[in-house]
């Protein structure tokens, strides 16, 4: 035991004062100490693990080896780190790794595993450190910080105050019994902001996808461009499945439909002619009609007379020749208002490409169409401080509008919250966890810096009119690459619908399980098909979900004027589908930016290149006025001479 003291008194000996370096603080010095120290710890236990590796010397020097362990972590060496010169977490830091090299000395010398057991208590003593590191920041806490955090989140902390106002003034105003009039007056502050945000959804769609494929090269935006797609249809397919099993394993269907009661008829349509109208809208044949106007197929009757033969009798060879009329439904041309979204997606990115490949001579267009897009931005900035107040509105007009819910049946309920838990499992697992496992960053921090939007959506129904918000918080807060938000996210506003996807197969199947249909497997693949395909065309607008439903109801055979039994619910449920859309467009924006960015890298190499030779170019054309505006001026002898 002695022979152990006096080794490892001569190994810890504390250098000479000059030798650490000259420190302008105890605490200083305090640090140093311990960094010295805790590696004269590491390398003293290594030597003594490896001397208690032979069998011999471990049975005869094992309870000498632990004693002089203990005196090391004990002795006034390791004093100087717990003084209270130190920092409280180095202090706490150094006891922590005395405990592990105990805990892992005992372990060996007991013929334990000292992995596990040191791991455990690593884990323990991270966790200590991070609660006292977060204990020291709320104690460092200031009124600057106050006031810089306030500021820094002003817009989120006022939209938050504006949605629970909003929900206490709704509900303090219900037993009221407001009028219809009464309520859109009362509304009517956000009806404004729908208007306003809607204003400039088109010539941010427009500009911002036009700015953000002529930015890229042709190779860079099919990369992009197939990346954003494999996403699109991989959560849309994932919301899709969760939607179908919450609804087959809660079975909020089960009972009688006597509970409903029927509103009104539901315009029949064909799933075929939707799905042509889908290609049709994204060639418009006029792009000023693509600003207001849709296509969508209309039926028309149409006579239809048919001669027919009729003999008189067998007898008579005489055949007499009889005239048939009936009605047949034909599909006609025909348009509906609001913003031809899709085609002018389609004609925006195929512009934008066009202009990109034209380089110096689409440079006019590009400065166009980037002060377009930085004045609506400006714009954007302007609304935002109005959002709260039109927020609140909303909210508050809505839960006067709806329906007495204590009138609401089991069916309908159970119906609410199967969608609920189906939308909380995509945004707040599924999303998140994509997001980390592909770029392995923290997403709730990315979502943090969505919450001015996200809670936008949840106010205005409508992922266009969030669009704006959208660009925002994405550029600003999560600092998202403008050449990936101005391409990933009007595309996504306009085709990537995944809480639309998941409503529509849940609901369709919730309708079958109130008519006390079974669906076989083929039916449900069916509809999850089907409702993919049907939440690309929905439009970017309140309640276009049930628009689309049609079509899933239809395909399956399901009687579509069943959807008059989900209205009551569906403005609510609406508003969380828009806010999960608008989720799913902001968390794919991120993850294509970190899977994008070498192809980033080498745009910003390129763009500077070619900024370089275009200065290289320019340059002789530039000193050519210099030349010619002291061109008539005598020069000097001096000058003439040289």
Not at 20 to 29: H, Q, Y
Request: with cysteine; glycine share 8%; proline share 4%.
């Amino acid at each position: 035991m002695g022979f152990f003291k006096r080794w490892l008194t001569v190994q810890i000996k504390p250098k000479p004062t000059g030798s650490l370096g000259n420190f302008n603080s105890p605490d200083e010095s305090a640090i140093v100490w311990q960094h010295h120290l805790h590696g004269s710890a590491h390398s003293i236990c290594s030597t003594a693990k490896f001397c208690c590796s032979s069998s011999v010397f471990q049975h005869q020097h094992r309870e000498e080896v632990e004693g002089a362990e203990k005196d090391l972590l004990r002795s006034g060496s390791f004093g100087v780190i717990l003084s209270s010169r130190a920092p409280l977490i180095l202090r706490e830091e150094a006891r922590g790794n005395a405990r592990i090299h105990k805990t892992a000395a005992m372990t060996k010398s007991n013929g334990e595993n000292p992995r596990s057991r040191s791991r455990v208590q690593r884990i323990r003593e991270g966790i200590h450190l991070r609660s006292l590191k977060a204990k020291k920041k709320v104690e460092d806490i200031t009124k600057d910080d106050v006031k810089t955090f306030l500021k820094k989140n002003a817009f989120v902390l006022f939209t938050i105050g504006a949605v629970v106002i909003g929900i206490m003034l709704g509900f303090a105003l219900r037993p009221y019994k407001m009028s219809y009039r009464e309520v859109k007056y009362f509304s009517f502050p956000g009806e404004l902001l729908m208007r306003m945000l809607q204003m400039l959804v088109l010539p941010l769609l427009v500009s911002s996808l036009i700015t953000g494929m002529a930015a890229l090269d042709s190779r860079a935006s099919g990369k992009m461009g197939m990346r954003a797609v494999i996403y699109y249809m991989t959560t849309t397919f994932i919301a899709v499945f969760i939607g179908i099993i919450m609804v087959l394993i809660i079975h909020p269907g089960k009972g009688s439909k006597d509970e409903f009661t029927q509103q009104q008829k539901i315009e029949q349509v064909s799933p075929a002619d939707a799905f042509l109208d889908l290609i049709r809208n994204m060639f418009p044949p006029n792009l000023v009609q693509a600003c207001t106007q849709q296509f969508k197929t209309q039926y028309g009757k149409r006579v239809i007379s048919v001669k027919v033969i009729v003999n008189e009798s067998i007898f008579n060879l005489t055949n007499a020749t009889q005239e048939i009329s009936r009605e047949e439904i034909i599909p006609i041309s025909g348009t509906t208002s609001g913003v031809n979204a899709l085609g002018l997606v389609v004609f925006s990115m195929c512009f934008g490409l066009i202009i990109g490949n034209m380089k110096e001579e689409g440079q006019a267009l590009r400065d166009f169409f980037d002060s377009l897009n930085e004045a609506i931005m400006r714009l954007v900035a302007i609304i935002m401080w109005y959002a709260p107040i039109g927020i609140l509105f909303l909210i508050a007009g809505k839960i006067v509008e709806m329906d007495d819910i204590t009138e609401m049946g089991g069916q309908l309920g159970m119906y609410t919250v199967t969608v609920i838990i189906g939308l909380l499992i995509h945004g707040m697992i599924v999303l998140p966890t994509l997001y980390f496992v592909l770029t392995r960053k923290n997403p709730f921090i990315f979502i943090t810096g969505l919450l001015q939007a996200l809670i936008t959506a949840l106010g205005t129904s409508s992922s266009s009119a969030t669009l704006p918000i959208t660009f925002k918080c994405l550029e600003e807060n999560n600092k998202v690459d403008k050449r990936v938000t101005r391409f990933v996210l009007p595309v996504g506003a306009t085709i990537n619908m995944d809480g639309t996807a998941l409503y529509e197969a849940l609901a369709a199947i919730f309708i079958a399980q109130v008519n006390n249909m079974d669906m076989n497997f083929g039916q449900i693949i069916t509809i999850s098909i089907t409702a993919t395909a049907a939440s690309i065309g929905a439009a970017g607008i309140p309640q276009a979900g049930l628009v689309t439903m049609v079509i899933v109801l239809t395909s399956v055979g399901l009687p579509t004027d069943d959807i008059t039994l989900i209205i009551a619910v569906d403005w609510f449920l609406d508003r969380l589908r828009t806010t999960t859309n608008v989720l799913g467009d902001s968390i794919g924006a991120g993850i294509i930016e970190f899977l994008s960015k070498d192809e980033l890298q080498n745009g910003d190499v390129e763009m500077g290149n070619s900024v370089v030779e275009e200065n290289e170019v320019k340059k002789p054309y530039q000193m050519i006025p210099q030349e010619n505006e002291y061109e008539n001026e005598k020069p000097p002898d001096s000058e003439t001479k040289m």
